[in-house]
Structures are given as structure tokens and as C-alpha cells.
């Protein structure tokens, strides 16, 4: 099992430029997530997707679209990418134990710079 | 002011100590709590989860979780010097239980 697969590791844009980042699982689970992480800052919840379909906003949408293309995949794409949106970008994916806890398994992150 | 919070350290505790590490959290809805730890460079892994008041223990980690005062903590029993890593505290909110917000992280450092 590769668990979260995200695609690329690193990438560097020019301001402007567009970019999909893309995420897969294959551990059958339903919700899966984009956070970016920057420094000081811990994980923000861009958007997150709790089934097939379905998407919704996070903390920090803004410049940012999803889309879930399957139960495996959720897309996440830079229309015209600004240095502000350097980062590095974590996917993940959750299954809901008895409890109703959401349990995240992480891809191993995207390391995006936007000059 | 986030809705999670934690302090972000740098928290220094000598080998051997326990570290205590603390989250509070603004939606009184929210059911499940969460501790994660990250190592620098790596992804966020789970330590343990909780849902009860109270304490849940496994092996060195206990996480301690009182709903009244909005309040969750971790606390790591005999710290290893592979115990320092950043561990961040994360919360669903607005009852959703998939839509789970992160607190900053507490960067923890044990004194070898």
C-alpha cells in the first residue's frame, strides 16, 4: 500500500504561472484534505473534501480550487500562482474510526516557491 | 485568534522529564481531539486521539482532555531525546467531524 501519493515533491513557479498539485490514496477512505504548512504557522486547511462530490472551503481558500475526481483523487490548482502561496503543501486523506474520530494519513508533501 | 491554540515553544525538558504539552480550542462542539507529531522535514503522524473527559494513556503518552474548560494536553512520560519534534494539537470544528483545523505546533526539545 503507498497510503497518499502526492504529485510533484517540488516545484518552482513564476509569479502568474498555473499548477495543479495532485493527491491519490488507496486506502479507500472517504474525506481527504489539502493543508499548506508554513512556517510558525502550522497546518491551514485550505479545502477539504468529505466524499466523492463533495467540496468545501477551509481557512484559507482564497486563490485555490479542488477538485475531486474520484473517490482516490482530489486535485488542488493554482489558477495564477503569487509568492505569497510558497509553501509546502500536504495532502491527506481520513477514515472515520468507531468513535467518529477522523483519523489523517499525510502524503509526504509539495515544496511549491513562486518567484 | 485561531481556533485552536497552542503555545509554540520552543519547550525545552532534560532527558528523563516529562513534557507537558497544551492545546485549548474556541467550538464547544467539538467532539474529537487529536495530537500529531512531526518530525522536521517529515509529515504529521498521529500520536493518540481522545474523545472522553479525562485521561487516555498509551505506552508514554497520556492525553488529557477537559471539555468544560475547553482544554487538551499531552504529556510525555520518560522524554527521549527522539521525542523532539513539533506536535500539534488539531480539532474538527463547526460539527463537522472532517472539517479538522491544526493549532501552530509546540516545537519540543529534549536536553539530552
Known amino acids: 500500500n503507498a497510503g497518499v501519493t502526492q504529485t510533484p515533491k517540488f516545484q518552482v513557479l513564476k509569479t502568474g504561472q498555473s499548477m495543479t498539485l495532485q493527491c491519490a490514496q488507496d486506502m479507500n477512505h472517504n474525506s481527504m484534505y489539502w493543508y499548506r504548512q508554513d512556517p510558525g504557522m502550522g497546518l491551514r486547511l485550505i479545502y477539504y473534501?468529505?466524499?466523492?462530490?463533495t467540496t468545501d472551503k477551509g481557512e484559507v481558500p482564497n486563490g485555490y480550487n479542488v477538485s475531486r475526481l474520484n473517490k482516490r483523487e482530489f486535485s488542488l490548482r493554482l489558477e495564477s500562482a503569487a509568492p505569497s502561496q510558497t509553501s509546502v503543501y500536504f495532502c491527506?486523506?481520513?477514515?472515520?474510526w468507531g468513535s467518529g474520530a477522523n483519523v489523517l494519513t499525510f502524503g509526504a508533501g509539495s515544496r511549491l516557491t513562486v518567484l | 485568534q485561531k481556533e485552536v491554540e497552542q503555545n509554540s515553544g520552543p519547550l525545552s525538558v532534560p532527558e528523563g522529564a516529562i513534557a507537558s504539552l497544551n492545546c485549548t480550542y474556541s467550538?464547544?462542539?467539538?467532539?474529537?481531539f487529536f495530537w500529531y507529531r512531526q518530525y522536521s522535514g517529515k509529515s504529521p503522524e498521529l500520536i493518540m486521539f481522545?474523545?472522553?473527559?479525562g485521561d487516555k494513556e498509551d505506552g508514554r503518552f497520556t492525553a488529557q482532555l477537559n471539555k468544560a474548560s475547553q482544554y487538551v494536553s499531552l504529556l510525555i512520560r520518560d522524554s527521549q531525546p527522539s521525542d523532539s519534534a513539533t506536535y500539534l494539537c488539531?480539532?474538527?470544528?463547526?460539527?463537522?467531524?472532517?472539517?479538522?483545523?491544526f493549532g501552530k505546533g509546540t516545537r519540543l526539545h529534549i536536553l539530552p
Open positions: 488539531a480539532v474538527p470544528l463547526e460539527n463537522r467531524d472532517d472539517k479538522i483545523i
Open positions: 473534501s468529505a466524499s466523492e462530490g
Open positions: 467550538d464547544r462542539g467539538s467532539q474529537s
Open positions: 491527506a486523506s481520513s477514515e472515520a
Open positions: 481522545i474523545y472522553s473527559n
